[in-house]
Structure formats: C-alpha cells, structure tokens
C-alpha cells in the first residue's frame, strides 16, 4: 500500500493576516488587494489553479487563512466546481487560474455559467503589462477570447484601479442577471503597490438594472390569470437565481391558484415535485402532459424561462391559442423567440411576490368550473403514463436504477437528517435524471442546461460538497461524460469529499445513439465508447471506493453500500444499452408530436 | 451523383423567419469611452448575426470619459427591437435611443471623393460638385478631392455621379445623427 505523506506547508503568520479588515484605505500590493477584496466580498473559498502569471496571487493566499483555495485538476474543472458551488449555495463562485492556457482552459466553463446565468468572478493572470501584445510566454488575448463568453470583462493595468474592479465585477455579476465576470491581472500589477478601496466606498458603476417590475403589468397580468380557463405556470432558472424565497412564494401563490405547474430544466426544485399540481418538466424530454397543456393552454404565466428551442420545439406552432405573460429580469430575453401579449422586466421574485399580494388584495378566484374541467383533461393526459418503461429482471433500465437511487434518498434523508444534491453530466442520463428523481427544494439540482457540457457534473458536485459539507451530494453521470472531468476525481481525495459517482453505464454516447437511431437512419457513427476503463479499479487507483451493479438484485444493496461510504465514491451501474430517452420531440416538430416509447416502432423514421 | 428526393433534403428546421420587412434604424449609443467597447459592440452584432450598414464613434465627453456611438441596422422590427435590447445589456453602455422610432432626427455622413480626369469630364466633375456643394479640398492638373456632407441617400448619389467622371477612391465616415428639437437625446 502506498502511503500518502502529507507535505509539510507550514502557515507562514504574515503582516497581510494583519492586515486585513483593519484599515481599509492603505497602500499594498496588486496580490494583496485581490484577497482584501475577496475577503470584503464574503468570500470563504475558491476553485483555481497556479501557474506563473499569478504567482504573486498564491503567495498572498499561502500567507493567510481566511480564504480557503481548492485546487482543482484542471481549469475547466476549476469553473464547473465554481458553478456547482454557487448554485448549491446561491453565493457568487470566485476562480483563480494563470495567463495564457488557464485562461483558455476555463474557457468552456465560463460560457456554460453564461447560458444558465450562473454568477461568477474569475481571476485570470496575464503577462505583464509591457509584455502585451508580444506574443509572450503563456500570453493569450484573454479578454479578447472571453468577450463573447462573459457578461464582462476587465484588463486591469493600473494597480490604482484594481480595488474598484474587483468590486465592481462582483456588483455585476451577481446584479441583474448573474454571469461570469473576468478580471485579466497582468503579472507587474499584482506586484505593484497601490492604494486599496474598500467595498463600501468602490464606485459600482452606472450598472443597476431594473428589478423591480412595473405594477400596472403586474395588476393586468393577475387579472388575465384570474380570468383563465386553461392556465399554466411555466418557470424556470430565473425562479431559483431569485432566491430561495421566489421559489417560497411561487409555491404559495401557485398552490392559490390550483393551476397546474411545469418547468424548465433549469428551473427543477423551484416548485416541490411532490405536490399534486406538479406536471413534470417540459420540452424535448419533458413530460406528456406537460408538453400538452402548454400546447393546450389558454393563458401561459411564463416566470423566469426564456423560451428554448428545447423547450419550444416549432416555434410557429407553439401554443397556439393562448395569451402569454412573460417575466424576465432581462429585457432582451422578451419576444426574442416567441411574441408574448404581456411583458414584464423585473426580478422573478419581487413579481412573484407582487402578483400573490395583488391576488389576495383584489380577492381573485380562480374560475373553478373552467379549472375542474383543464385538471380532467390533464389527468385523461397523465393517463398515459409518458415514462413509463419496459421492466427488466435481468438486465438493469436506468430508469430503474434511477428509481431505486431515488427510494434510498428518500430513506435517508429519513435516517441521516440531510439534504440530497443532484449533479448531473449531459446525456440520456441527464434527462432520465430530470424525470425520475424529484426535487422539492431549490438549489438541488445542478445541471448544464444552455450549453450541454459533459463533464460538468464531477466538477460540479466537488463545489456542492464544498458548499455544503454535510449535504449528500451524487454525480448521475454517462460513462463518456464522466471521462471529461476525471481527474477531479484526486480533487475530492485531496479534500475528503465523499461525493458520488452514479454512472449509469450504456457503454454508448447514449444520446448520440438515440439520434442516430431515430433520426439518422441507425448509422452508429462513433458513438459507441471502445476501451472503456474498469471504473471500479479507476476509482481504487485515485484512492477512492470503486462499485458495481450488473444485473437488477445487485442494485439495491450497491446502492445501501454508496450512500455510507466516507470516500469518493465510483458506482458503475452497467445498465441496458439500447434504451431510449422517451418521451421525445424531435427537433423541428411541435409540443403536441411527441414520440412515446409505446410507438416507437411505429415511428416513421423518414418524416424527419 | 446520388440524387436525393426532396424531402430527405429538406432541414428539419424549415426555412426560419425569412426576409420579412426589413427596416433600416439609426441608433444613437451612449458608452463609456474604455478600451475593448467597440470590440463589445461588434462582437454582438456578428455573435448574434446582426447587419450593420454604418457605425460611427468618437469620444463627446472629456469630463464623463464617454463617447456616443451611431450605429446604422438593418433588419425585422423584433431584430431591431432584440438589437437595442442587447445593447443596453452591455455593462458599458448608458442609453440606447431608436432615433427612427423615437420621432424626428437629422443624420449627416461625410465623404472624401478622388477624381482624375482631364479636359471635358473635369469640367463636369467640378460643374456636378457644386450642384451637390461639395467642397474641392485638394487638386492638381489631373485630380479633384472633393468633401461632401449630407444624408446618405445625398452622399450615394453624388457618389453615382462621380464615377463616370473618373472617380478612382472614396472614403465615407458613416452616418452620424441627433433627434431635433430641444430633446437632449
Ligand atoms: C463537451 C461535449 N461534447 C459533445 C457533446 C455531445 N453529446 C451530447 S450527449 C453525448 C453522449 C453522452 O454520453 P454518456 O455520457 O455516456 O451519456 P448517455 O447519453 O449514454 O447517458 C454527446 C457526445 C456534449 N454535449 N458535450
Ligand atoms: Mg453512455
């Protein structure tokens, strides 16, 4: 047996531990700023990784112990940790990473944070100032690459300046809709002496965007929900970046209402999934009835979602007959896609919260007769039972795995008081995950939504854990997404954190099959993963616990055996190969065209 | 060749929204005068695929460290409207004003016209450009730079006008524009 000899990295009490939060207005260096200011901001922990362009950084954190830096395996797993801990814990998630290759590294991340509004604050090195420009060693146009991918970034040349930066990306990453912020810091400017601005007296900028929605809309928007017959919440992300208390508020006005609710992908846990008024998610994999009464609906009360093309299908035929209210914090995310009839800017919490007020202040009733006559309607829906799935006693459905993971998380959330966080990577398994597992709460369920990213989900979980230390934390993963990030698998044994790995393992790029099955005339082009690792031997040689389910009788007590380990932990459930994701509608066709499992067969291939 | 029947060439995706009346709108843009704001601006314009005609910009403020951008765009309504969306969106931008939509405004570009030539189509050149008051700013025996301001539509036709003439180079700065009357925009 190896053992592991810890390095001795022996705490250097230094002049900046002293220093911090004690006068906020005096002269340090560029390095020391960047922690004064994290420290300021409320940050306890950050994701990066060292390399010379931000040396003078890591000094300054090797000299202090209020900042507590994670060290990731990669710089792309840096960002997705990140975002897993600002999700999980609705802070604004911080990464330190060099010039040149770190910077293009975190590149995937920062653009996944983008699509699904996740708040961040990424440090990148540069070279130094005099350097710019000279194709120097490790020298990339960072702000010129992350441009496109940012809701802004900085190029810090004047250590003066630097102070106020730090706070302004904060301010304007976490304001408004959140996004990936980038601060380029060129070597010379963190050595550089300056004087500090604290957070109270930093100028912010002229970026305050309206969150506050406007109460004529609001007024005319409960109106029209009071007078609907076939109404629908449809919500999203927006709900869960409100806060805690949107997702609070929803729950109590939607429950008011007795309309019927759905989500997008992103927007899972907003509202409880135990509750009789919850329809499942929408969109591509969504739920029959789901997909249904949006297409059936007369008045759509869309809270926080911007209208996917996974979540539309057709655009020209999507809810035809109804009236739609459309809340958005982001003005552009409004008639960008689908025409609504009553658009309101604001914050999706303080709407929320104003339509219930007005609700009861006006004494609205729903229109009962209408609404007893839409929830019969939606069970006739519900009827056909969209997820059901064919049962196997030989071979395990990772519908079934699925099902089971859920009934173990539910007893032991019972036995061990503690919350469950769901971290997925992207694929059929991703979807099944969305289905099969329920989320009552907000902040449960980080998963990339806008731009797909396998690979995201071991990152992911590894800042969820550090967020929530006492939280159970498990990545569903696909055997070819979880091989994108492995290496973080030596970040959770550095850090003693017991997530775990549920691969659900089809030995396919389950999704990519799916497709070319149904819709590229069942031509497999490199879809199917040869040389396969042995995950279990995989998960042993990180110095982890490695597991592994092979037929359904073995499941349970696998299952019994991940949720007690105190490691890392790798389950690699082998399940069936060829199932398909269903329900399904195929890019291009309306809500109302869904392919079920039960006619599949039937499906004509060629009209797509 | 493999001929395919229609059907299985057509996209899943049909045609898109098509080319359905296409505006032309002059936008006036506040911004901060910071390095990369242009690059920002037309980052967005082709990230998302916009069409610009024109884009001026120089700094109008000294004090406030800003500078105004006019940006002429072509395209839908819901695309112009999306364009002006996503421009207040940028962290450095103020104020975003649809002049087109806002009411009535004054647009003038400037151009600098070559012109070689001799004998009769030199007389012309000079007769055309004082019909259009274009100013001669620099000639020689052979040549005529000639600087013309005025709306666009002004700018192309004396533009038309010249290249028979012997035009050989232009130079144009795009529109800039301000709403009339005492409106501060
Ligand atoms: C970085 C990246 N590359 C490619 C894709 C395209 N893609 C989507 S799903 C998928 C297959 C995922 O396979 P696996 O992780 O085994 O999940 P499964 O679908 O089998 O559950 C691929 C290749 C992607 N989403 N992300
Ligand atoms: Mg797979």
Redesign the interface.
Same mark, same amino acid.
Request: charged letters at 20%; proline letters at 6%.
């Given at each position: 047996m190896i053992k592991t000899v810890k390095a001795k990295t022996k705490k250097i009490k230094s002049p900046l531990g002293k220093k911090l939060n004690k006068n906020h207005n005096q002269t340090m260096s560029g390095a020391e700023m960047v922690i004064e200011a994290l420290v300021e901001q409320g940050v306890d922990t950050i994701f990066g990784y060292p390399g010379g362009a931000v040396l003078p950084i890591y000094d300054a954190i090797f000299q202090q112990d209020k900042i507590k830096h994670v060290l990731c395996r990669h710089e792309q797993g840096a960002a997705h940790a990140a975002e897993g801990y600002a999700r999980s814990t609705g802070k604004i998630g911080v990464i330190l990473v060099t010039s040149g290759p770190g910077a293009t590294n975190v590149v995937t991340g920062l653009t996944d944070a983008l699509l699904d509004s996740i708040p961040l604050v990424c440090i990148t090195g540069q070279v130094p100032t005099f350097l710019i420009g000279n194709d120097a060693f490790q020298e990339a146009d960072t702000?010129?690459i992350t441009?496109?991918c940012t809701?802004?970034?900085y190029?810090v040349k004047d250590v003066n300046t630097l102070a106020n930066v730090l706070h302004e990306a904060f301010h304007?990453s976490g304001s408004g809709r959140p996004g990936p912020v980038v601060i380029d810091l060129p070597k010379d400017v963190q050595f550089a002496e300056g004087k500090y601005i604290s957070k109270a007296k930093a100028k912010t900028?002229?970026?305050n965007p309206k969150t506050t929605p406007d109460m004529a809309a609001i007024k005319k928007a409960v109106a029209l929900i009071s007078k609907a017959k076939k109404p629908i919440f449809y919500t999203g992300g927006g709900v869960i970046n409100a806060g805690p208390k949107a997702s609070k508020d929803l729950t109590a006005f939607v429950k008011k209402t007795g309309f019927p609710i759905t989500s997008t992908l992103m927007g899972l846990g907003a509202f409880p999934a135990h509750e009789k008024q919850w329809m499942g998610m929408l969109g591509m994999h969504g739920t029959y009835e789901a997909n249904m009464a949006m297409h059936g609906c007369d008045v759509m009360i869309c809270i926080g979602a911007r209208f996917d093309d996974r979540v539309t299908g057709?655009i020209?035929r999507f809810s035809p007959n109804s009236k739609k209210i459309h809340i958005d914090i982001?003005?552009?995310s409004?008639?960008?896609i689908i025409?609504v009839d009553l658009p309101i800017i604001g914050d999706a919490g303080e709407a929320i919260a104003a339509m219930y007020k007005e609700w009861n202040a006006q004494k609205y009733k729903a229109d009962e007769a209408a609404l007893k006559k839409w929830w019969k309607q939606i069970k006739d829906w519900r009827g056909v039972n969209c997820l059901a799935y064919e049962k196997d006693d030989k071979i395990i459905k990772p519908q079934y795995a699925l099902e089971r993971l859920n009934h173990f998380l539910q007893k032991d959330a019972k036995k061990n008081k503690r919350d469950s966080f769901i971290t997925t990577e992207v694929g059929q398994h991703q979807m099944w995950a969305a289905q099969f597992l329920p989320f009552n709460k907000p902040n449960r369920w980080m998963t990339s939504g806008g731009l797909g990213t396998m690979g995201y989900g071991l990152p992911a979980a590894i800042g969820t854990q550090m967020g929530n230390p006492d939280g159970l934390v498990i990545d569903v993963a696909g055997e070819a997404s979880i091989l994108m990030n492995i290496q973080e698998m030596s970040t959770a044994i550095q850090y003693n954190l017991p997530v775990k790995i549920f691969i659900l393992n089809n030995q396919w790029m389950g999704m990519v099959r799916q497709w070319q099955e149904l819709?590229h005339g069942e031509r497999y082009s490199s879809s199917y993963t040869e040389s396969l690792p042995d995950f279990v031997k995989l998960a042993e040689a990180y110095g982890g616990i490695g597991l592994r389910a092979d037929t359904p009788d073995e499941l349970d007590d696998v299952i019994e055996q991940m949720l007690e380990t105190d490691k890392v932990t790798i389950v690699d459930v082998r399940v069936a190969q060829n199932e398909n994701c269903f329900p399904m509608i195929?890019?291009?066709k309306a809500h109302n065209e869904m392919i079920l499992a039960a006619d599949a067969e039937q499906f004509d291939k060629?009209l797509? | 060749m493999i001929v395919k029947d229609k059907?299985?060439n057509q996209? &899943?995706?049909?045609d898109g929204p098509g080319d359905r009346d296409i505006q032309r709108h002059t936008l006036s843009v506040l911004v901060d005068n910071e390095?990369?704001v242009l690059?920002?601006v037309i980052?967005l314009f082709s990230?998302r695929g916009y069409n610009i005609e024109s884009l001026t910009v120089a700094e109008v403020s000294k004090k406030l460290n800003q500078s105004r951008m006019t940006i002429v765009a072509i395209g839908t309504p819901?695309v112009i409207?999306?364009i002006k969306?996503?421009l207040?969106?940028? &962290?450095p931008v103020?104020k975003v004003n649809d002049l087109t939509e806002e009411g009535p405004h004054v647009e003038r570009e400037l151009a600098l016209v070559k012109v070689v030539g001799t004998g009769e189509k030199r007389v012309e050149a000079i007769r055309s450009a004082d019909i259009f008051r274009a100013r001669v700013i620099d000639s020689t025996t052979s040549s005529f730079i000639f600087e013309v301001t005025g709306s666009t539509q002004k700018v192309d036709a004396f533009i038309e006008l010249m290249v028979p003439l012997g035009m050989v180079n232009i130079s144009r700065t795009g529109a800039a524009a301000i709403s009339r009357g005492s409106d501060k925009i």
């Open positions: 702000t010129g441009r496109p809701k802004h970034n190029l304007v900028h002229m970026y057709d020209t982001d003005a552009s409004i008639n960008k025409h819709l195929p890019s291009g060629k797509v | 059907k299985e996209s &899943v995706y049909g390095p990369g690059a920002r980052g990230g819901s409207q999306q969306h996503q207040e969106r940028l &962290v103020h």
